[in-house]
């Protein structure tokens, strides 16, 4: 009789962050590479296909997004987590040296330390043992995407150019070698603030990312140069993210559910200074009429946007477009680290206004609007992108305030003129559009069309 062991590879993706991770499986056991912390999704693959979990590696202390690893181990208690033993993790059964090896089914796995994007960077290379000792697969975290490597400047600023030479040559001396072949499986997508543009594929190979990403074909000068001079975004929520990811986050079953509110618990909650009710609602929805005090993190866009919006001292409630989005909403916070989620706002906003409060809007703009009113001086642009995207050019006579420090600094915007926040798509300008309308603003309007209809209609730009 003759036994097939197929090696299966199914990408879990966090949306929002464009985070991918995986789980792998051959010969009845599997292993998970980078989990993310709403992590019933691995259990359940492993229900279907009947194997057993037998390892969770981490590719480095993540910043962008808390690790699931606990979470799975609390699920299936015999797996075993590993990470780099290149910085000191409180938590995980094994501490990774440089080309140390596990097995798991019929899969080879040898760990390659490739600092750069961070000290503790590992990437897991595998061959398949009924085939070959040959490695087959590379999961390369943060260390090389495809069209894309990795950020050198999220360790500490004052050390941009030692990591970036640490990555140069851990790509060139590590990673490359390995064989043109080998397929690669990164730890983000595009859309991804870890990269400067990510290619929209999820896998290459090594080969093809030789021969055409253009970071790998830049001696360690140009690199280091090119490397340094990258201005990407920065938030403070990385900080959080990375020091949960060392010393372990709690465990989601040790906080209370969120609970069903009425429109006088809403109301309670909103008053508060540390308390921020999201409206999950579209952008243009939400512009048209909104409960005052709250702030608008679409579901298209909440996944990256509350980790730059939103505080982990806070606390939150919810206003649903419909009720069947919480449990997306509840996983978009708790994957950056914003567990305190009280409660959702039952029937969303038609509760509160049948209860007879009151309710806000936000005017919006056209771009030929916003032209004329630029031209006149009526208004004054707030641009709320990050400095490298305004830097790169923007509308004449904008302020740059980006959305991740808008709420610490919109009192030094001038309240007693009109204000355009504006974003390249108008989600980014209605989420500041409502934040500044919770500091006290109120002669908002919002081009909805963004920066991108400015730049379509060849209206004038600068840098």
Not at 409 to 414: C, E, G, L, Q, Y
Request: glycine share 8%; net charge negative.
């Amino acid at each position: 009789m003759i036994v097939i062991c197929l090696m299966r590879i199914t990408t879990v993706r966090s949306e929002g962050l464009a985070a991918l991770s995986y789980f792998v499986s051959s010969d009845g056991e599997a292993v998970v590479i980078d989990p993310r912390r709403d992590a019933s999704i691995y259990a359940e693959l492993a229900l279907r296909e009947g194997v057993d979990i037998r390892y969770v590696f981490e590719t480095h202390r993540n910043e962008d997004y808390v690790i699931g690893s606990l979470e799975l181990q609390s699920l299936v208690p015999d797996v075993e987590i590993g990470h780099s033993n290149a910085i000191s993790f409180k938590f995980g059964e094994h501490a990774i040296a440089d080309g140390e090896t596990f097995n798991a089914g019929k899969m080879h796995i040898t760990c390659l330390n490739t600092p750069g994007h961070t000290d503790d960077s590992i990437c897991y290379v595998v061959s398949d043992k009924s085939s070959g000792p040959d490695p087959i697969i590379a999961f390369t975290g943060d260390t090389l995407f495809v069209n894309e490597v990795g950020r050198t400047d999220l360790v500490d600023i004052n050390k941009h150019e030692e990591m970036s030479r640490k990555l140069f040559r851990s790509l060139h001396e590590k990673l490359l070698p390995i064989g043109d072949g080998v397929i690669i499986h990164p730890g983000h997508g595009a859309g991804s603030v870890c990269g400067g543009a990510i290619g929209d594929r999820e896998f290459s190979t090594i080969g093809f990312e030789r021969s055409n990403n253009m970071w790998l074909k830049m001696d360690e000068e140009e690199f280091v140069s090119a490397k340094t001079a990258q201005r990407l975004t920065r938030t403070s929520y990385f900080k959080r993210c990375e020091k949960l990811n060392t010393i372990g986050p709690l465990l989601l079953n040790t906080r209370s559910p969120p609970q069903e509110l009425d429109a006088v618990s809403l109301a309670n909650n909103i008053e508060d200074d540390n308390h921020r009710g999201i409206d999950t609602r579209q952008a243009k929805e939400f512009l048209m009429q909104f409960i005052p005090r709250t702030i608008n993190l679409s579901l298209t866009n909440m996944g990256l946007l509350a980790g730059w919006t939103l505080k982990a001292e806070q606390t939150f409630s919810l206003i649903l477009g419909n009720r069947k989005d919480l449990g997306q909403a509840w996983s978009y916070l708790v994957r950056v680290g914003l567990d305190d989620i009280v409660g959702f706002l039952k029937n969303g906003i038609d509760t509160w206004i049948q209860s007879g409060r009151p309710v806000e809007s936000i005017r919006t703009l056209s771009t030929e609007e916003l032209k004329k009113r630029v031209d006149t001086n009526s208004i004054r642009v707030v641009d709320v992108r990050e400095p490298h995207e305004f830097s790169q050019n923007h509308i004449p006579g904008a302020i740059s305030s980006p959305l991740t420090l808008l709420d610490e600094t919109a009192t030094s915007i001038d309240g007693n003129v009109s204000i355009a926040p504006l974003c390249p798509s108008g989600f980014r300008g209605t989420a500041a559009a409502s934040i500044l309308h919770r500091n006290g603003f109120t002669d908002i309007a919002v081009p909805i069309e963004g920066y991108k209809g400015w730049v379509s209609k060849g209206y004038p730009t600068e840098v």
